[in-house]
C-alpha cells in the first residue's frame, strides 16, 4: 500500500505521544483555580488595535485566544491536536477553532472554513515553534507570512533552552532569524519574555512583520 503524500509531516508535539498531555491538564487546573494564564495574550493585544483580526496557531485549549477574545478582538484558533481541540471547545465554546495544521494553513483553507484569510497579527506562542515537524519551520514560517493583512505582524514565542518539553528541539535565535529573514519577514522586535525583559538564554518572545 503507497503512503499518503497529502498529510502534513508528524509534529514533535505529535510525535511525543503520552508525553504531552501534561500541558492541557495543567492549563485546565490553572484555569479552574483562577490563575493568570494571559501575559502572552496582554502583549499580543498591545500589538493591534480594538476590534483586531487575530489567529492563534497551535493555539491548544485555547488559553491566549480566549483572553484576546475577551479583549473584544475577533479571534479564531488553529489546532490540529484533536483532543486540544476538543479541550478548547468545551473550556471556551464560544472560540471557533480550525483543526489544521500550520504547514498546510493557507488563506484558502481559512476562507472554505468560513474564516478570514488574512490578519492584523498572527499568534504562535507556547513553544509552537519548536515543537513543529522536523524540518518544517520555513514551511510553516511563509505560511504564516503568507495570512498577513497589510501592516500585520507575528508574535512568537519559544523557550530557547531548556524550560519547555524535553521533546522540543533546540532553535537559536540566530537560526530563527535566518529563517524568519529566509520567509520575508523582518525582527521588529526580539525580548526576553512577554513582559518586555531584555534578549536572554531562557526564552525567546518576536515580534516579525513582512520585510
Ligand atoms: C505547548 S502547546 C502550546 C499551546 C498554546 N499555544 C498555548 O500556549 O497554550 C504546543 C502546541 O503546538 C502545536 N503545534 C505543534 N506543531 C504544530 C503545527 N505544525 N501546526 C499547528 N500547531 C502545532 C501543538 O498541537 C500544541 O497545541
Request: charged content about 20%.
Amino acid at each position: 500500500m503507497s503512503e499518503r503524500t497529502d498529510l502534513p509531516p508528524p509534529t514533535r508535539w505529535a510525535q511525543a505521544g503520552e508525553r504531552n498531555v501534561g500541558y492541557g491538564r495543567k492549563f485546565a487546573a490553572l484555569v479552574a483555580e483562577g490563575a493568570d494564564v494571559d501575559g502572552e495574550a496582554r502583549l499580543a493585544d498591545v500589538l493591534v488595535r480594538r476590534g483586531a483580526a487575530i489567529l492563534d496557531v497551535g493555539s491548544g485549549m485555547g488559553r491566549v485566544a480566549a483572553a484576546l477574545s475577551a479583549r473584544g478582538h475577533h479571534v479564531i484558533a488553529v489546532e490540529p491536536d484533536a483532543d486540544l481541540a476538543a479541550q478548547s471547545r468545551t473550556t471556551y465554546p464560544d472560540l471557533p477553532v480550525v483543526e489544521a495544521d500550520a504547514f498546510a494553513l493557507t488563506p484558502d483553507l481559512l476562507a472554505a472554513a468560513g474564516r478570514p484569510a488574512a490578519y492584523d497579527l498572527v499568534v504562535c506562542v507556547g513553544n509552537v515553534l519548536v515543537l513543529l515537524a522536523e524540518d518544517t519551520e520555513r514551511a510553516v514560517l511563509t505560511r504564516l507570512a503568507a495570512l498577513l493583512a497589510p501592516g500585520g505582524r507575528i508574535l512568537a514565542g519559544f523557550h530557547v533552552a531548556g524550560g519547555g518539553p524535553d521533546f522540543a528541539r533546540h532553535y537559536p535565535p540566530t537560526e530563527f532569524v535566518a529563517d524568519a529573514e529566509a520567509c520575508g519577514l523582518r525582527v521588529d522586535l526580539h525580548a526576553g519574555s512577554y513582559e518586555l525583559h531584555p534578549p536572554g538564554d531562557e526564552y525567546a518572545v518576536w515580534v516579525l512583520s513582512a520585510s
